[in-house]
């Protein structure tokens, strides 16, 4: 088996992978359950890659991401579900779908225009797939994954929302729940009631990533950058530390926070 710059290779191999006579033992273990994390972790790669803008990385992680699919594809084509034909089948048909304004005779002339065909064509994909799972209605907030990562899926709840007319007017008012919110974890937290405290800081959380999307901020992406940063700054206190030959446990918390001061320093006159 030699590699290939066709995909159809990449499917071959997967297939040898998990052949039950001569595949990969590892390979072979696996199912849709064991793997689906290294689907996660694989597009979190990717967008790692595409932040550092590193290429040689993003070409990489790329074909690791697109492992998964193949993968998938395969186990389910084993259980008599589907193959990887059906998946790029399914993709294909759903793009034609939504772009009407591309392959058939609709029209929009910006991108506002392109998302209303879009949207509307999601409207009537919800009504049918719930149709398909038993339920009598379908909701606008249907197709939110429940595994997305809590903050960016609080974003894309309130974003779906919006699109019907529930939602804060504008910024200031975002603001002034976050606000109140504070408050009420303040108030939870001086109770002891440490169920009280879980919700209402749940309820901050939600407010802020709902704040974050009136600013037209990817909440998701403001917090990795804010975890880039501590990390970066901590790695100077830490160097710090062994600059002055002192454990970091053992250096107090007015020596830590002195390193952390001139990292914050020296980032402001950047």
């Not at 998990?18 to 689906?36: A, K, M, N």
């Not at 009598?136 to 309130?158: F, G």
């Not at 303040?186 to 309820?203: L, N, V, Y």
């Not at 901020?217 to 700054?233: P, S, Y």
């Amino acid at each position: 088996m030699q590699p290939s710059r066709d995909v159809s290779r990449l499917i071959e191999i997967m297939a040898a992978l998990r052949d039950p006579v001569s595949g990969c033992p590892w390979d072979l273990e696996q199912d849709f359950s064991t793997i689906r994390h290294y689907t996660i972790e694989e597009a979190y790669e990717v967008a790692d890659a595409i932040e550092r803008q590193d290429f040689a990385d993003l070409r990489e992680e790329l074909g690791d991401l697109l492992l998964q699919p193949v993968f998938h594809a395969q186990m389910a084509k084993e259980a008599g579900h589907f193959d990887i034909g059906d998946v790029v089948y399914a993709i294909t048909e759903k793009l034609i779908r939504r772009h009407p304004h591309v392959f058939g005779d609709v029209s929009a002339d910006d991108a506002a225009g392109a998302q209303v065909n879009w949207e509307a064509i999601k409207t009537q994909e919800r009504a049918a797939k719930a149709a398909r799972r038993g339920d009598a209605v379908s909701s606008v907030l249907d197709d939110v994954p429940q595994v997305l990562p809590a903050l960016a899926r609080a974003e894309k709840l309130t974003k779906k929302a919006a699109k019907v007319g529930f939602d804060w007017p504008d910024f200031d008012s975002v603001l002034a729940k976050v606000t109140e919110e504070i408050v009420e974890v303040t108030e939870a937290q001086r109770s002891g009631d440490e169920e009280a405290t879980h919700e209402e800081i749940g309820d901050l959380l939600f407010a802020v990533a709902n704040l974050a999307r009136h600013a037209g901020i990817d909440a998701e992406a403001a917090l990795r950058d804010a975890n880039a940063k501590f990390t970066r700054r901590f790695h100077h206190v830490e160097a710090r530390c062994r600059e002055d030959g002192v454990e970091p446990a053992k250096a107090g918390l007015a020596r830590l926070d002195g390193y952390w001061n001139e990292i914050r320093a020296a980032d402001k006159i950047r």
